[in-house]
T-cell receptor
Framework: QQQVKQSPQSLIVQKGGISIINCAYENTAFDYFPWYQQFPGKGPALLIAIRPDVSEKKEGRFTISFNKSAKQFSLHIMDSQPGDSATYFCAAPIGGSYIPTFGRGTSLIVHP | EAQVTQNPRYLITVTGKKLTVTCSQNMNHEYMSWYRQDPGLGLRQIYYSMNVEVTDKGDVPEGYKVSRKEKRNFPLILESPSPNQTSLYFC???????????????FGPGTRLTVL
């Protein structure tokens, strides 16, 4: 079963450090690339998303970078905080579908 | 308050006993979807619906049924649950402009299902 390729599977950083999570997609015709954040016991919620007409979007400490030639988009969390500890998911369609498929998730732990 | 609601939140049942998990959204969204979440496997799509009376299979549809008779409701039906359907289930909805334009998905709080 195909899935969107998300890496790493888990990530541990110290408070104040930079967290970087990557997502590789296939469908170049798609036009919406989101990252979702999920805390334990909760449903995922949109964190930040980008359309492919721009290469980068920043919202506070969170930046999403889009590399069209590499078919990859990344989430950067600057000055990581313990409250950022959560599971992060990217979503993108696979094959010829326009229905988004979620990556397997990245468990981020930020140590105080 | 704009939201997606699911009921029940927790359910323990036995193999073969039919059950329904309800999902309702109050945002007038066209697109609705069901996912299951299992450790290490992320969110896998079960079924989705583009609009009323339009449903389609996702990646893991076996053993599940859905219906979309009203825009706001998208129930998930397990006709004969089995232990491998023990999982955390999420319903989500999203506005959809056209086939290629997808937007934010709004997720429900989840339903923890255990099949003994």
């Amino acid at each position: 079963q195909q899935q969107v390729k998300q890496s790493p599977q888990s990530l541990i950083v110290q408070k104040g450090g930079i967290s970087i999570i990557n997502c590789a997609y296939e469908n170049t015709a798609f036009d919406y690339f989101p990252w979702y954040q999920q805390f334990p016991g909760k449903g995922p919620a949109l964190l930040i998303a980008i359309r492919p007409d721009v290469s980068e979007k920043k919202e506070g400490r969170f930046t999403i970078s889009f590399n069209k030639s590499a078919k990859q988009f990344s989430l950067h969390i600057m000055d990581s905080q313990p409250g950022d500890s959560a599971t992060y998911f990217c979503a993108a369609p696979i094959g010829g579908s326009y229905i988004p498929t979620f990556g397997r998730g990245t468990s981020l732990i930020v140590h105080p | 308050e704009a939201q997606v609601t699911q009921n029940p939140r927790y359910l323990i049942t036995v193999t073969g006993k039919k059950l329904t998990v309800t999902c309702s959204q109050n945002m007038n969204h066209e697109y609705m979807s069901w996912y299951r979440q299992d450790p290490g496997l992320g969110l896998r799509q079960i079924y989705y619906s583009m609009n009323v009376e339009v449903t389609d299979k996702g990646d893991v549809p076996e053993g599940y049924k859905v219906s979309r008779k009203e825009k706001r409701n998208f129930p998930l039906i397990l006709e004969s649950p089995s232990p491998n359907q023990t999982s955390l289930y999420f319903c989500a909805s999203s506005p959809r402009g056209s086939l290629r334009i997808y937007n934010e998905q709004f997720f429900g709080p989840g339903t923890r299902l255990t099949v003994l």
